[in-house]
């Protein structure tokens, strides 16, 4: 759960928790893992296989 104040502040939650979070996830998974910021501040996360 993010508090408060990264809900509202995206730059602090993507240094604070997602970036983190993926570096974590491409380590020590079989994923590769990315994820792209869109103009309206969605975030679309890519989930590929690290073998192809």
Not at 18 to 25: D, V, Y
Not at 40 to 50: E, I, V, Y
Request: hydrophobic residues 35%; glycine residues 2%.
């Amino acid at each position: 759960m993010l508090p408060a104040s990264q809900k509202n502040n995206i730059a602090e939650m993507k240094r604070t928790f997602l970036e983190p979070a993926l570096k974590k996830i491409n380590e020590k998974t079989p994923l590769k893992v990315t994820y792209t910021t869109e103009e309206d501040g969605r975030l679309l996360f890519n989930f590929l296989d690290k073998k192809q």
